[in-house]
C-alpha cells in the first residue's frame, strides 16, 4: 500500500455545479473504496439536501448537531458532530437542510472562505483521505471547500451541458488558485453513467478526453440501478453489492488516486 506521510490527510472536493451527475455516489463509493484497502477516511456531507449523509443510512433530518453547527456555531466541538458510519475507517460529518441558512450569516464573517479550511485543519492528523460533497452550485460553501481542498475530483456525465459545466467550474477553481489557495489543483475528470453505446456519450468523452488529456481518470462508472438501490439502502455499492460492475469500477477508481496521492507526496 502506497504510503501517505503522517497527519497529512489529503482534501479532496468532489465538485460539479450541475446536479445529477453522480457527484454523491463518487463521494461515498470512493470514499468507501480507499476505506476497504484500509485507509483513514473523512466524509464531509456540504450539501443542505444531506444526499451524502442519507446514502450512509443517517436520518439526517433529525440530527441536532451538522456541519452547519461548525461553520457558524463557535462553540461546537467537531467531536460532538463526527459520526462513525455502517463502513470500517469511515467517519461522517453530516448534514441537513440547516446548511442553506450557512451562508446568509457567513457573508459578514471576516475570511469567510476559510471557514471550513479551520474546521477541518485539526482532523488531517486523525485521517488519510478527506472527501467533501460539494453542493451542485459554485456558492459560497464551494468556495470554502475549493479553498482548503489540495485538489478536485470533477464527476461529470458525458452529456452537452456538461461541457460547458466544466468550463465553467475549472474557471472558477482558477480564481480561488489565484486569490486564496494557491496550491488547489484539478486531481482529475471522472466519468459517470457512462454507456458507450450512445454515439452522443463517445462523441463528448472523446472532447472531455481532448480539453482535459491526462487529467481524465482511466476508469469510467457505467450507468447502472445498483447505485440508487445501494442509496436506498443506505451503503455503499462495495457493501451492498460488493461484487457488482459498480463496486469494482470504484475500487480501480480509488486504486487510481491512491498512485496520485503518492507521486504528489514524491514531488512535494
Known amino acids: 500500500m502506497a504510503e501517505l506521510p503522517t497527519g497529512a490527510a489529503q482534501i479532496i472536493a468532489l465538485c460539479n455545479q450541475k446536479g445529477g451527475v453522480g457527484k454523491t455516489t463518487s463521494t461515498v463509493n470512493l470514499g468507501a473504496a480507499l476505506a476497504e484497502q484500509g485507509w483513514r477516511v473523512l466524509l464531509v456531507d456540504l450539501d443542505p439536501q444531506g444526499a451524502l449523509s442519507a446514502g450512509l443510512g443517517v436520518v439526517h433530518h433529525a440530527l441536532t448537531s451538522t456541519v452547519y453547527d461548525l461553520l457558524v ?6 467531536d ?11 467517519d461522517l460529518l453530516p448534514s ?11 457573508v459578514n464573517e471576516v475570511a469567510r472562505e476559510q471557514t471550513l479550511g479551520r474546521v477541518l485543519e485539526p482532523l488531517r492528523e486523525r485521517y488519510d483521505y478527506i472527501l467533501i460533497d460539494c453542493q451542485p452550485a459554485l456558492s459560497l460553501l464551494t468556495v470554502n471547500a475549493l479553498a482548503c481542498a489540495d485538489g478536485v475530483i470533477i464527476p ?14 475549472t474557471d472558477t477553481m482558477g480564481k480561488v488558485r489565484d486569490r486564496l489557495n494557491p496550491q488547489l489543483s484539478l486531481f482529475g475528470i471522472v466519468i459517470t ?6 454515439l452522443h456519450a463517445r462523441q463528448v468523452l472523446a472532447r472531455i478526453a481532448e480539453v482535459f488529456g491526462d487529467r481524465v481518470y482511466d476508469t469510467m462508472i457505467s450507468r447502472t440501478v445498483r447505485f440508487p438501490d445501494a442509496s436506498i439502502a443506505g451503503e455503499p455499492i462495495t457493501a451492498w453489492a460488493p461484487t457488482s460492475r459498480g463496486a469494482e469500477q470504484y475500487r480501480a477508481l480509488a486504486r487510481e488516486v491512491i498512485k496520485q496521492s503518492a507521486e504528489v507526496d514524491q514531488s512535494s
Open 73 to 78: 456555531g463557535p462553540t461546537t466541538l467537531v
Open 80 to 90: 460532538e458532530v463526527l459520526m462513525k458510519t455502517c463502513v470500517d475507517n469511515v
Open 96 to 106: 441537513n437542510i440547516d446548511l442553506s441558512a450557512a451562508e446568509i450569516q457567513l
Open 156 to 169: 461529470t456525465e458525458c452529456e452537452f451541458f456538461a461541457l460547458r459545466g466544466l468550463a465553467l467550474l
Open 193 to 198: 453513467m457512462y454507456d458507450p453505446r450512445l
